[in-house]
């Protein structure tokens, strides 16, 4: 079982910026591929990004592309998720999650086996 925990959520006005980090219980995080979701009130859950467990290819929704990155460090067994020209709209909870299939960085949430319990991200106007 991998635990993963996010932090770094809060509140940020428009334009503003924010780090999202998730930190994995695992020894083997670097065969993980981790992705980012988010949750809104009264909305379904939805694919923010991800990346392989090299680091080397990566995936965004189009709604982050340009303004989101998402990056890993290995050696700390964590993934971040650098968010920059924060709009409301982007107010959600946000999960980080794992996939041991190291094939999959797509957009579907029932290919990601682990999840962390989310961090409030909260966009003022």
């Known amino acids: 079982q991998v635990q993963l925990v996010e932090s770094g959520g809060g509140l940020v006005q428009a334009g503003g910026s924010l780090r999202l980090s998730c930190v994995a219980s695992?020894?083997?995080?670097?065969?993980?591929?981790m992705g980012w979701f988010r949750q809104a009130p009264g909305k379904e859950r939805e694919f923010v990004s991800a990346?392989?467990?090299?680091?080397?290819?990566?995936n965004y929704a189009d709604s982050v592309k340009g303004r989101f990155t998402i990056s890993r460090d290995n050696a700390k067994n964590t993934v971040y998720l650098q968010m920059n020209s924060l709009k409301p709209e982007d107010t959600a909870v946000y999960y980080c999650?794992?996939?041991?299939?190291?094939?999959?960085?797509?957009?579907?949430?029932?290919?990601?086996?682990?999840w962390g319990q989310g961090t409030q991200v909260t966009v003022s106007s």
């Open positions: 999650a794992a996939d041991r299939n190291s094939a999959y960085i797509g957009p579907d949430p029932t290919r990601y086996d682990y």
């Open positions: 695992t020894r083997t995080f670097s065969t993980y591929n």
């Open positions: 990346l392989k467990w090299s680091g080397r290819m990566t």
